[in-house]
């Protein structure tokens, strides 16, 4: 079992849509639970990062996590144009971050 | 402020041979993290540096080693080139040793011929 598993998408969504990003992991040791996104042939961009279940808010980005269910997403309401990149989750608990592949989103006009 | 720095952007070398990337983490930025990206994958963690010291290693061969330097900067070397290693080589900087907010650099792409 992958230690942290990612639908690769693409995800197409017609612009203002609600889009729903979903990452699911494995191991219980990940204490921290983040978002980076990354536009093409640029690093990744921290989006969020949050180390409790629950909700949290960042403008029109919400990240929830599920500890119980080992279950994290990532909501992006109102989604622009600009909005289409890869999403990535990420999570650590030791030294290291671990990533899923990336879930590639297109938001069309 | 500037933010992470990577050099070179891009680099072409052939199978055998040796690169050395570059990184310049964010000022007061004491740890630095290096990634390789495979296209289609997620980031694959190499190796942390924080005060000039080892804190980690990923799942990598010993062709791949690292250093920091005391103005915190950091080098990536990888030997005996593989077409396997062309990627994204990504550099991420935090302030301490932990790893919940880290900043990458644009990456250096390598292309293995």
């Known amino acids: 079992q992958k230690e942290v598993e990612q639908d690769p998408g693409p995800l197409s969504v017609p612009e203002g849509a609600i889009v729903s990003l979903n990452c699911t992991y494995s191991?219980?040791?990940?204490?921290?639970f983040m978002w980076y996104r990354q536009y093409s042939r640029k690093g990744p961009e921290l989006l969020m990062y949050t180390y409790s279940s629950g909700n949290k808010e960042d403008g029109r980005f919400t990240a929830q996590v599920d500890k119980s269910s080992k279950y994290i997403s990532l909501f992006i309401r109102d989604s622009q144009p600009s909005d289409s990149a890869t999403y990535l989750c990420a999570f650590t608990g030791f030294q290291k971050l671990v990533f899923g592949t990336g879930t590639r989103l297109l938001v069309s006009p | 402020d500037a933010g992470v720095t990577q050099s070179p952007t891009h680099l072409i070398k052939t199978r055998g041979q040796q690169v050395t990337l570059r990184c310049s983490p964010i000022s007061g930025h004491k740890s630095v993290s290096w990634y390789q990206q495979v296209l289609g994958q997620g980031p694959q963690f190499i190796f942390q540096?924080?005060?000039?010291?080892?804190?980690g290693r990923g799942n990598f061969p010993d062709r791949f080693s690292a250093r920091q330097f005391p103005n915190y900067s950091s080098e990536l070397n990888v030997n005996a080139l593989l077409l396997g290693d062309s990627a994204l080589y990504l550099c991420?900087?935090?302030?301490?040793?932990?790893?919940?907010?880290?900043?990458f650099g644009p990456g250096t792409r390598l292309l293995v011929l």
């Open positions: 991420a900087s935090s302030f301490g040793g932990t790893q919940e907010t880290q900043y």
């Open positions: 191991n219980s040791a990940f204490q921290y």
């Open positions: 540096y924080y005060e000039k010291e080892e804190r």
